[in-house]
């Protein structure tokens, strides 16, 4: 089968990864190669009902189910997006992928080692996940300075937690980026992590 390539940005709120992977696709766009960038939670039906849970708090819904609603979001967009793009050779940059469910539903008490091997059976593996981490306490700031409220998803010891989850996940992958130097410092780190994945110099 014609693969292209999945490259996949992780981290807490405000960790920069949204950043790094608008950089790189800059990147591979001047380098001419076919790329493609995705965000979960997506703007499809799923991820719609997410945003608004995002938004409004999660009165109302249990864990089971906030944990459904992502995955749910994960398989549309699998099918629809994500196996399509790397059926067609391109690069694939996704903004969160699966990691962020084991990370964030993890946090509320999920196993988030089952929740990681739970979507590897439906969604195809990463060929590079660059997992960015910073102190809660940065991100927390960054979150407030760009938006006027906080969302249910971004306190503070919640996002310890999903952090320290994060740092849990091992496999030959994966690669840690601190995000705490100057935006240049860590793009370059991004660059030098994937490198070895393209043929050009990137
Ligand atoms: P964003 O700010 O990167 O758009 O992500 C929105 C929020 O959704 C963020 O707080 C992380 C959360 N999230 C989960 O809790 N589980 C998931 O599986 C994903 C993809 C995101």
């Avoid at 989850?165 to 994966?174: A, H, Q």
């Amino acid at each position: 089968m014609n693969r292209g390539l999945l490259i996949v940005f992780e981290g807490i709120d405000g960790s920069g990864k949204s950043t790094q992977c608008r950089r790189l696709a800059e990147l591979l766009n001047k380098k001419g190669i076919a790329n493609i960038s995705f965000a979960e939670p997506t703007r499809g039906k799923w991820g719609m009902k997410i945003r608004q849970l995002l938004e409004k708090g999660r009165n109302g819904i249990s864990p089971d189910e906030e944990l459904e609603w992502f995955m749910n979001d994960r398989k549309e967009d699998v099918e629809q997006n994500i196996k399509p793009a790397l059926k067609a050779g391109k690069v694939v940059l996704m903004d969160r992928y699966y990691f962020s469910t084991a990370a964030y539903q993890g946090a509320l008490g999920f196993d988030p080692h089952k929740i990681r091997a739970d979507n590897e059976k439906f969604a195809p593996i990463p060929d590079r996940v660059l997992v960015f981490h910073n102190s809660p306490e940065i991100s927390l700031e960054r979150i407030e300075s760009s938006r006027e409220e906080k969302s249910a998803f971004e306190k503070r010891d919640y996002l310890i937690a999903v952090q320290n989850i994060f740092k849990s996940f091992s496999g030959p992958n994966i690669r840690y980026i601190s995000s705490d130097p100057s935006l240049e410092i860590v793009y370059e780190q991004v660059v030098c992590e994937v490198q070895d994945l393209f043929e050009v110099k990137l």
